[in-house]
């Protein structure tokens, strides 16, 4: 079939671990250390080192697989896939390979509410990281070996999606799942979640393209490259399979040499490590975002606030708190999503919960939220019903409100109901400049009694 466009990602996934995927050195994957200081045998590949396999990063993976409703490899195997570059001195890294890897054929929806389209996943391989290259301004580059060994796990998808818009949801949807999971920070920047691109257009060979560092730069990426492919195809030329580098500083894709692109990797299993036996392993999926979104909608909970909500994991921390509370989802949703995530730091859902259950009026407990920045519940409280305006307070206004307005008051009594707001507008900026708020709902009550009461 001649798609338009199609693509496929190969996204490489650092795992948060404590230690590292062979050896007891620690993941330091966010580079807190001086270089070179997590290392030994194992992760620099000497001979005669052993490699052992970081359970809490096997789990990691076999959660990311069930997410991802991926058919688990009960026999998975470790290879060693041949190769030497500064990065990787050993001459090899630890993978897995074809049918070796510990999960295949998965799916990602690219909609919360797993309407319309999915992603199909081909594999998940678990591996090692290689060293981190730095270069430096006077051209030359330095090898920090507290990154060799970090847990990798390598997600494949099948070439499904055929625009960079799809591109993009695809991966953002899989990176707040993985947040979700609570396996890695995802973290592109820090290099946690990195992504690699392939894209074929009209059924011609598929180019790959490496070094984009972030979801927009792959969208860049891609409206670029499927433009570059199609003016060749126009011109009467056909496109090579290769690989190409995204310079995002002028926005346009080079191909790279083709002695880098081209490897025979010689992968062979690794001798050093026994078969895992995943059956031993228990993993439990907790909490997912589209589980999240549907459980929102259930409770009432407006789609777009819902959509905000879940996306934005902190936000969502503190939602999952109220949801055995005995308060209005939909009302904490408007919360959360118009006063609390603007907010330069979000209060505790504790915090939260105990302003709402409070008694504070609803036009009051907006204020005081945003003072849970600087104050904590308990006082915000207290000051707060201090200054409300009882039922004496509001008679007081509405007295007053009635003798500065007397024209107003006979048009009512003569039936001009519709001056209702205009009393209830006055009677609030009465309170309000002697230092009180108040409870509309008071307000409106008390003004109708002493209105009609005449
Ligand atoms: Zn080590
Ligand atoms: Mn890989």
């Known amino acids: 079939m001649n798609y338009e466009v199609r693509i496929g990602l190969e996204i490489h996934l650092q795992l948060k671990t404590s230690t590292k995927m062979f050896c007891s050195c620690k993941n330091d994957y966010n580079f807190e250390d001086e270089p070179n200081t997590n290392i030994c045998p194992v992760c620099l590949g ?41 990065d990787l001195p050993k001459g090899y890294q630890i993978t897995q390979y074809g049918e070796g890897s510990i999960a295949h054929e998965g799916k990602l929806f690219l909609r919360l509410d797993k309407q319309g389209k999915y992603v199909r996943i081909a594999r998940l391989s678990l591996e090692e990281d ?36 799809e591109a993009k949801a695809f991966l953002e949807n899989l990176r707040l799942l993985i947040m979700y999971l609570d396996i890695s920070d995802a973290d592109m920047e820090k290099g946690h979640f990195r992504v690699d691109v392939n894209v074929s257009v009209l059924g011609n060979e598929r180019v790959e393209i490496k070094n984009v560092n972030s979801i927009r730069e792959v969208v860049n990426a891609l409206e670029y490259e499927i433009q570059r492919q199609k003016d060749e195809i126009s011109k009467g030329k056909t496109i090579q399979r290769h690989t190409r580098m995204w310079d995002d500083i002028s926005g346009i894709t080079r191909p790279m040499r083709r002695k880098e692109a081209e490897k025979d990797y010689r992968y062979f299993p690794e001798p050093d490590i026994p078969m895992l036996n995943v059956m031993d392993y228990k993993v439990h999926v907790e909490d997912d975002p589209y589980t999240a979104f549907s ?97 004496n307070d509001v008679e007081e206004a509405v007295k007053r409100v009635i003798e500065n307005n007397r024209k107003q008051y006979e048009e009512y009594i003569q039936g001009k109901k519709n001056l209702f707001g205009f009393f209830m507008g006055q009677v609030r900026k009465e309170l309000r400049n002697s230092g009180k708020e108040a409870d509309p709902k008071l307000v409106k009550e008390v003004l109708s009694r002493m209105l009609e009461g005449h």
């Open 46 to 86: 000497y001979p005669g080192s052993l490699p052992v396999p970081n359970r809490k990063a096997v789990e990691h993976t076999l959660k990311l697989a069930k997410a991802l409703s991926c058919r688990i490899n009960y026999k998975p195997v470790f290879y060693r896939k041949n190769y030497f570059y500064p």
């Open 130 to 165: 290689t060293a981190r290259s730095i270069q430096t301004s006077d051209g030359n580059v330095l090898l920090d070996f507290n990154r060799s060994g970090i847990p990798l796990v390598e997600i494949v998808t099948y070439p499904d999606m055929e625009s960079p818009e």
């Open 295 to 391: 459980l929102l909608l259930e409770r009432n909970v407006d789609p777009n606030y819902a959509e905000t909500i879940v996306r934005n994991i902190e936000l969502w921390k503190r939602m999952k708190f109220f949801l055995d509370k005995d308060v209005e989802l939909k009302e904490v949703a408007k919360l959360l999503v118009n006063v609390i995530s603007s907010m330069d730091s979000y209060p505790e859902a504790e915090q939260i919960f105990k302003l709402i259950v409070s008694g504070l009026p609803r036009n009051v407990l907006k204020e005081a939220v945003k003072q849970l920045e600087y104050k904590d519940a308990d006082s915000i409280v207290e000051e707060l019903l201090g200054s409300l305006a009882d039922e």
